[in-house]
């Protein structure tokens, strides 16, 4: 059978990047709403920043397991089915955690909504390797890195009026609803590969177009099945790669300030500068933002710069990402402007690296065939240093002071910039699969 691939094939490439780009930033509705929240989880129980630590490391504990464990089941099981359960799950859990009262309670709920909150990432990447060439994940990955920082934006400024005007309850009870909405969306619009719905591999149709036959418009039908490989490989492609081992133990570096200044910087923000709820909100939105257009460059970088070499963009950026939240601690609360540019400063560097490190290179270092293993496996390892934030930022600000927590989260970044360092000059082979 023929198939018409001039209008076909890139028509199915925007829907999909399009309904993935949606749905994965939908998942932050129901796991940042908690960073807005919590001053007045505090205030209403009395909590110390310990305490309320214990809830951030509890879900990154749980979803770092999920990591593990759904990045290999994301190969098998593909994106459709499985980031719908996990949809779901969390967002049932959250709208459970807002009728809690006791810490144990919420830091249980909290923790279980970490493992299916694990269910979203790794599948989507193993679907956008599907879909895109090696040549072109750079760019793909930076535009979808902004995904979940244009979610976080949405989920602060959400959590944020809610907490306002209805009390923190509201700020899981809503999301959740919103998240199914986007659950049920995703569903209908989603398909796991071009062999899905009868079109080439992107193995084929790249060969297609090299060979000069685009003129054409058509190529023959797939003859290469979207199969899963087994375990036996995915498990070598991830535990048995040194370099992914390189990656994801940098990433568990730059999770103490991609995780953690995510995760405290509104309560730095009230507590330190004074700012209101309302206007942490509105501050806050700053990080993520810029954090968009840094995994764009990063992106475009990587690609037409580096020649499709990740590392060096991201040693780059992580050193940047030091200096800036270094330079961050000094910015006094009576300058909100220079506090907002530097917070952007922070956001830029940070997650251009944080999303090529989680995209394209699992893409481009596990193949298709392994694409959700391998970013399982380092987002896995990333949420080991998110768990130490967690509880590590609460403990420092509780004996320390602020000043300890910055000092805590540049030197991850700074740690992450040497290790990747070692992959500068390394591009994945051609083999059979992208």
């Not at 951030?56 to 190969?75: E, H, K, P, R, T």
């Not at 309850?169 to 998240?179: I, N, S, T």
């Not at 995703?186 to 090299?210: A, T």
């Amino acid at each position: 059978m023929e198939l018409k691939l001039k209008q076909t094939f890139p028509h199915w490439q925007k829907r999909i990047f399009f309904t993935l780009w949606v749905t994965y930033g939908a998942f932050y509705l129901c796991r940042v709403n908690m960073s807005i929240a919590l001053p007045s989880i505090m205030k209403e129980f009395d909590y110390s920043w310990t305490d309320v630590g214990a809830l951030g490391s509890a879900f990154f504990i749980v979803y770092a397991v999920g990591q593990f464990i759904n990045g290999q089941l994301g190969d098998k099981f593909g994106a459709r089915k499985f980031i719908t359960l996990g949809i779901v799950g969390s967002a049932l859990l959250n709208i459970i955690f807002g009728f809690s009262t006791t810490l144990l309670a919420m830091t249980i709920i909290w923790g279980a909504n970490g493992y299916f909150q694990a269910m979203g990432w790794s599948p989507s990447v193993k679907t956008l390797a599907n879909w895109f060439p090696q040549s072109k994940r750079g760019r793909i990955s930076g535009l979808y890195g902004s995904s979940f920082q244009t979610g976080s934006v949405v989920s602060w400024l959400l959590a944020g009026y809610l907490c306002l005007h209805y009390g923190w309850r509201y700020a899981f009870w809503v999301p959740a609803v919103l998240f199914l909405l986007c659950g049920f969306h995703f569903y209908f619009r989603c398909r796991n590969s071009p062999e899905e719905i009868g079109l080439p591999s992107i193995e084929q149709y790249e060969r297609h177009k090299e060979k000069g036959t685009k003129k054409s418009s058509t190529v023959e039908g797939n003859s290469e099945k979207d199969e899963h490989l087994g375990f036996a490989f995915t498990l070598k492609q991830t535990f048995g790669n040194p370099r992914i081992w390189c990656v994801g133990i940098a990433y568990l570096f730059l999770g103490l300030v991609s995780f953690g200044f995510l995760y405290w910087v509104p309560s730095y923000m009230f507590e330190v500068q004074k700012a209101s709820i309302s206007n942490v909100a509105l501050r806050a939105i700053v990080f993520p933002l810029a954090g968009s257009l840094g995994a764009l460059v990063a992106g475009w970088l990587s690609d037409k710069l580096f020649k499709s070499r990740r590392a060096p963009i991201i040693v780059l950026m992580s050193i940047l990402a030091g200096i800036f939240v270094l330079l961050y601690s000094r910015i006094p609360g009576t300058a909100p402007l220079l506090g907002m540019f530097g917070l952007g400063a922070v956001g830029f560097a940070t997650f251009g690296a944080h999303a090529t490190m989680v995209t394209s290179v699992p893409m481009d270092y596990g193949t298709r065939k392994a694409a959700s293993s391998a970013a399982g496996f380092i987002d896995a390892l990333g949420y080991v240093g998110a768990t130490v934030a967690g509880v590590g930022t609460g403990w420092l600000v509780d004996n320390y002071g602020w000043n300890y927590a910055f000092y805590f989260w540049a030197s991850g970044a700074f740690i992450a910039g040497i290790l990747m360092a070692f992959l500068w000059k390394y591009v994945p082979s051609k083999g059979r699969y992208m």
